[in-house]
């Protein structure tokens, strides 16, 4: 591997941004302003809502975001590109703005998340490793807000590192993990970074190095005050709990008994009997930790067959988003100067759900003020004002026959500015107020959006407003698109 000391992540992009770039600048076009906007088309694991998360990463990004003397020294001298278009490069940075929905927040098929308003070539560039960011937090902070759904009031740690891909999808999915609700991480770095409270036991190699439960159990309770015995590594029953229970006998106080962990086996059983084992001791207190490829499927299981499971330890399925690897949000220019004013721009599909939306727009959660409790989010351009409304309509975007009418209701913006003129304005808030924003919007769907199988479909509805824009621009690029079509033939 090459290394440089001045590496920065403004190369971390695919070859066609740079020759697109390229392209723009060639044909001076390169500042006109552009809207792109970031948005995914399909919930993820089939759940009814999103956790956006990836927000801090983004904006640290930003910030960095300038092509060092290696990036163009490598651009020039290994890929040929003309040193004119180089030195202009040196001058790149991020200038534009940056609206974003917030960490934490709930997230829905086919609504904007980030907004980018930029010279044309800035906001091209930045593209893939936005994309990069939040495909990947929130695609995790999604999955772990599944798992603790099912968890309910139980602790859920991250034990996920060794199994994530690579060292930075473990630090950021750790993070992300924390937004989506897990209470802890066994990965120091991220407590270092992030300050997610950090936890662990032990492995079963310390049970293998001293050869039986006892001598090792004994041997950690010499040293930790804190302890939390596994006890599965060769009869959970007849060797490791008794192990346990004898350790806490002997040593009384001088320890604290917090737990045992289950890492093989039935687990519904071995909890069962373990906590029959353990209370009978007078230990009341002790917890039970259970591990081993648990997702939210097994945890559900588990608590259906009355698993006495107090904390669960969860890695790769929620580190790797087993079940869905890719969450598929999308970049799409939405609006475009042209002749020095903005033009709205439509990507064309022949299936009504991927036809892009136009133009330029905010997100509303449409909150009833009855019984607080979404109604769904609304879409609409930047010019209206849902909020002074006293009724509002809100109709499904391509079953439009589908609608209703609210009242009484309040429209919360779901986006904040971010980025202002290249530079950051907002202060991100803890990472646990982020968490906790998540849970509090959780109280406001509900429960039919937020089972974990075949949940009902939250609704994204455009305001009238906002679908003439879309229905006007389709006829028009219709209509331009024949007319090319015909010149051609
Ligand atoms: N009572 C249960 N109901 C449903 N799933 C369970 C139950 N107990 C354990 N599981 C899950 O079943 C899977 C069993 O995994 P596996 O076949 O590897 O067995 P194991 O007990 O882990 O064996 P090993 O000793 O090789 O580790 C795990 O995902 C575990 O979480
Ligand atoms: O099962 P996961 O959800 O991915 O959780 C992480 C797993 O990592 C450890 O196993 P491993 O076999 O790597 O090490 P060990 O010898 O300490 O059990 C731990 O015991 C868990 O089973
Ligand atoms: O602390 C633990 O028990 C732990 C940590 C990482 C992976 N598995 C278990």
Redesign the pocket.
């Known amino acids: 591997m090459n290394t440089y000391s001045d590496d920065s992540f403004t190369l971390h992009t695919d070859l066609y941004q740079i020759n697109m770039a390229e392209t723009y600048w060639r044909d001076h076009v390169h500042e006109h302003r552009a809207v792109f906007e970031v948005y995914f088309r399909k919930l993820p694991f089939g759940n009814g809502y999103g956790v956006f998360a990836g927000l801090e990463r983004i904006l640290q990004y930003i910030q960095q975001f300038r092509f060092s003397d290696s990036d163009l020294a490598f651009l020039k001298e290994e890929l040929g590109y003309d040193p004119e278009f180089i030195n202009y490069l040196r001058t790149v940075s991020f200038t534009g703005n940056i609206t974003s929905m917030v960490e934490g927040e709930l997230v829905f098929a086919n609504e904007p998340i980030l907004r980018i308003e930029a010279p044309l070539i800035e906001a091209q560039l930045i593209e893939t490793a936005v994309l990069n960011i939040v495909n990947y937090h929130t695609l995790i902070a999604t999955k772990a807000s599944r798992i603790k759904q099912v968890v309910g009031t139980d602790v859920v740690m991250e034990?996920?590192t060794?199994?994530a891909q690579e060292l930075d999808a473990a630090i950021w999915g750790t993070r992300a993990a924390y937004i989506g609700g897990f209470e802890a991480t066994s990965n120091v770095r991220a407590a270092k970074l992030f300050g997610i409270p950090v936890a662990g036991t032990h492995?079963?190699?310390m049970v293998q190095t001293y050869r039986d439960d006892y001598t090792a159990f004994k041997k950690y309770a010499s040293v930790h005050k804190e302890c939390v015995f596994l006890v599965d590594t060769y009869d959970t029953l007849k060797s490791g709990v008794p192990a346990a229970i004898k350790v806490a006998q002997e040593l009384g106080d001088a320890i604290h008994f917090k737990g045992i962990r289950l890492?093989s086996g039935d687990l519904a059983y071995l909890s069962k009997a373990a906590r029959k084992m353990l209370d009978d001791a007078g230990f009341h207190h002790t917890k039970i930790i259970a591990?081993?490829?648990?997702d939210e499927y097994t945890i559900h299981h588990l608590k259906s067959q009355g698993a006495r499971i107090d904390t669960w330890?969860?890695?790769?399925?929620v580190i790797t988003a087993f079940d869905q690897p890719a969450l598929g949000a999308v970049y799409k220019l939405v609006s475009i100067e042209e002749n020095g004013k903005m033009t709205d721009t439509i990507k064309i599909s022949g299936n009504p759900e991927k036809v892009s939306t136009p133009g330029l727009k905010h997100v509303y959660r449409i909150i009833n003020m009855v019984n607080k409790k979404s109604e769904g989010d609304y879409i609409a351009l930047d010019e209206e004002r849902p909020e002074k409304e006293e009724r509002l309509k809100m109709f499904h975007p391509t079953h439009t026959y589908i609608s209703k009418f609210v009242t009484n209701f309040e429209a919360k913006k779901l986006q904040v500015d971010v980025v202002k003129n290249g530079t950051v304005v907002y202060q991100l808030p803890s990472l646990l107020s982020s968490q906790r924003y998540a849970k509090d919007n959780l109280d406001l769907l509900w429960d039919e959006y937020k089972r974990t199988m075949n949940p009902e479909e939250y609704p994204v509805d455009l305001s009238q407003k906002c679908w003439n824009n879309k229905m006007a621009c389709i006829t028009e690029v219709q209509e331009k698109v024949q007319k090319t079509i015909e010149k051609m033939t």
């Open positions: 034990f996920g060794r199994r492995a079963h190699s890492d591990s081993n490829d648990l330890g969860i890695g790769t399925k």
